[in-house]
Every structure is written in structure tokens, then in C-alpha cells.
């Protein structure tokens, strides 16, 4: 009699363990995101709601493709109930594999509807924006491009640098550029660019670096990379393209919830702390990043969308596209 009684107590422990497993009060994030910047964001959301934040971040040098494919790879499986992605491509890939779920957050509104998936599989915020970023000391103002498909220029050979285009918003911004001027002429301009003996950077960040201490004059960067060489001294400026052309690439930020999450109510909670006024005022204060609600306080440095003339971008196309050339890319980059 014991015995079963002392079964069943034990029946009872780990049923009530289990119970209490499944019933973590907690989230799981993947973020392209730098970690030094989505960190302090996460680490606010669990100080205010009290849910404990599993993060899972990327590499500098893989940025946005490894947590991707990991998310692609568990789609049978879901480990993770939100995906931060530094850019809205690799979300509409999520959603284009049927990786993610529509959430309407309450928090969207105000938002423009350009940075927001029509079916709401993603919702944009916080944006950074491409950008050349220029040594002053060694380019004169003259010479300065004002149209990146000035870098094709014999009189910018060797003088400028990019990172490599399969990872993070470059390859973000090489789709867009394969979108916007179509196969034929941007491949021709990534070919002139090969010509004109462009150097390929490990990452954004180090094309920052190699820019900001002279070693190359120019260089295509995020905004938030430019703001850092800004505040180290560096004797820079950031540039903003085709101003009187096609336009200049924005890149949200965006959230998306992922389908069969374990933490699906949870998810939504993170989501719409990430959609905030509170979350953009502190990427604004920490990276330079522009919000995407109105009247959001944010240093005078931090650059306006109201000044900047944007690249008009199809995001579901842009995705598609970034598939269509990734083999092109590659070869173009071991080249």
C-alpha cells in the first residue's frame, strides 16, 4: 500500500513538473540585430513585463543568415515565438516559407503602412538607412558620389569598399538594387564594380573601421555604423544616395511571430514592446536609429525620414529576388 502511495505522490511531483515546464513564464527571440544594441531593448522588456528573455543572436559576420536557417531548419519544430530582423527580407522569406504568422499588434498604428507586410506577417520600426560613408580627409566635396552608381567611376578605382554582399543588409541592398534597376543593369553595375577593383570588407562594421582610420576613402555602410565612427572622432560624413534619383534604401527593423511558437501569448507581448515609442527612443538613443512613429524624442543627430527621398521597395520582390542571385553573388564575390 505504501508502495502505490508512494508512486502516485511521485506520478502527481511530475506531472505538476511538467505542467510548470510547459508553463514558462518566459520568450525565445532570434535577432539579426547586434547584440550590444538588442540587448539593453530585451533586457528592458523583461524589467517591465517580468517574462524571462531566451535571446539567440547572430554574427557579425553572418549577420541575418544563420539564425534564418536555423529558423528555416526548426519550421517542423518551432524553438523560437519572435524573430527581430534587422531588415524586412529576411522576415518576408519567413513568411514566403510559411515560417510565420499574421499579428496585428496594437502598437502598429501610427506606423507607415510602407514598413508593414500587407497580410501582417512583419511589422517595421526602428530604421537605419544605407549610407557611403566618407573619410573627409581624403575625398574632397566635389568628389564625393551622389549616386551609387558613381562608385563604377574610374576616378573612385580602388578608393572604396563593401561588405560582403550574401550576408546583412548589404545583401539586403543588392536585392533592392536587382529589383529596382532590373538583372541585366545591375548586373552590369556589380561587374564595373569588380573592374573598378572594390574591395569586399568582412562586415559593415569593418568597413566603418577601414574608412574612419583612412586606410580606404569610402565606403557603403548602415547608418547606425556611420553614427559610431561619428562619435569616435572620426573624421567622416555619411552620404544619403540618389537623392534625385531612385531613392535611398530604408531598412526597418520588423517583428514577426512565429507559427506554433511554445510561447505564442508571450510573443505577442515582446512584439508589441518592440513596436514601441519606448523601444525606438532607445535605439534612436543608442544607434542612431530612425523612428518610424511620430514625435519620437531622439537626439539631433539622429537623421529624419521626412528629409530623406526613399527607394520605393516591393519587400515580398525584394525577398525573391535575393534567392534568384544568390548564386551570382557568390561567384561574384570569390572572384
Known amino acids: 500500500m505504501k508502495k502505490k502511495i508512494f508512486i502516485t505522490i511521485i506520478g502527481i511531483v511530475i506531472l505538476i513538473s511538467?505542467?510548470?515546464?510547459q508553463n514558462k513564464n518566459e520568450v525565445?527571440?532570434?535577432?539579426?540585430?547586434?547584440?550590444v544594441f538588442s540587448e539593453p531593448v530585451l533586457k528592458a522588456f523583461e524589467k517591465q513585463t517580468g517574462i524571462k528573455v531566451n535571446a539567440v543572436f547572430d554574427t557579425e559576420e553572418t549577420k541575418s543568415t544563420s539564425v534564418l536557417n536555423r529558423l528555416i531548419s526548426e519550421k517542423n519544430n518551432p524553438q523560437c515565438d519572435v524573430f527581430w530582423s534587422?531588415?524586412?527580407?529576411?522576415?518576408?522569406?519567413?513568411?514566403?516559407?510559411?515560417?510565420?504568422?499574421?499579428?496585428?499588434?496594437?502598437?502598429?498604428?501610427?506606423?507607415n503602412a510602407a514598413f508593414i507586410d500587407k497580410d501582417y506577417h512583419w511589422i517595421g520600426f526602428s530604421a537605419r538607412a544605407r549610407v557611403l560613408?566618407?573619410?573627409?580627409?581624403?575625398?574632397?566635396?566635389?568628389?564625393?558620389?551622389t549616386s551609387i552608381l558613381d562608385l563604377s567611376?574610374?576616378?573612385?578605382?580602388?578608393?572604396?569598399?563593401?561588405?560582403?554582399?550574401?550576408?546583412?543588409?548589404?545583401?539586403?541592398?543588392?536585392?533592392?538594387?536587382?529589383?529596382t534597376l532590373g538583372d541585366e543593369k545591375a548586373k552590369q553595375f556589380m561587374?564595373?564594380?569588380?573592374?573598378?577593383?572594390?574591395?569586399?570588407?568582412?562586415?559593415?562594421?569593418?568597413?566603418?573601421?577601414?574608412v574612419a582610420t583612412g586606410e580606404i576613402p569610402m565606403g557603403l555602410t548602415d547608418t547606425d555604423d556611420a553614427n559610431?565612427?561619428?562619435?569616435?572622432?572620426?573624421?567622416v560624413k555619411a552620404i544619403f544616395l540618389d537623392q534625385r534619383g531612385f531613392g535611398n534604401l530604408i531598412v526597418p527593423n520588423t517583428a514577426s511571430l512565429i507559427k506554433n511558437s511554445p510561447n505564442n501569448e508571450n510573443g505577442k507581448k515582446l512584439?508589441?514592446?518592440?513596436?514601441?515609442?519606448e523601444t525606438e527612443k532607445m535605439l534612436a538613443e543608442s544607434c542612431a536609429q530612425m523612428p518610424l512613429h511620430k514625435g519620437v524624442a531622439v537626439p539631433n543627430t539622429v537623421p529624419s525620414l521626412d528629409n530623406i527621398v526613399p527607394m520605393k521597395v516591393d519587400y515580398a520582390r525584394v525577398a525573391q529576388k535575393s534567392e534568384q542571385i544568390k548564386q551570382y553573388l557568390k561567384q561574384w564575390a570569390a572572384q
Do not use: W
Request: glycine letters at 6%.
Open 28 to 35: 525565445v527571440v532570434y535577432t539579426s540585430v547586434d547584440q
Open 191 to 210: 561587374e564595373d564594380l569588380k573592374k573598378n577593383e572594390v574591395i569586399i570588407a568582412s562586415s559593415n562594421g569593418d568597413v566603418k573601421k577601414k
Open 271 to 277: 512584439i508589441d514592446f518592440l513596436l514601441s515609442v
Open 228 to 235: 559610431e565612427a561619428v562619435k569616435e572622432g572620426a573624421p
Open 18 to 21: 511538467s505542467c510548470t515546464d
Open 133 to 145: 560613408l566618407v573619410n573627409t580627409n581624403l575625398v574632397k566635396p566635389q568628389d564625393i558620389p
Open 86 to 111: 534587422g531588415d524586412p527580407m529576411r522576415a518576408d522569406v519567413l513568411k514566403q516559407k510559411e515560417i510565420t504568422e499574421a499579428y496585428r499588434s496594437p502598437a502598429s498604428s501610427g506606423i
Open 153 to 179: 567611376n574610374e576616378k573612385h578605382k580602388g578608393k572604396f569598399t563593401i561588405a560582403n554582399p550574401l550576408f546583412g543588409t548589404t545583401s539586403f541592398h543588392m536585392a533592392a538594387l536587382f529589383a
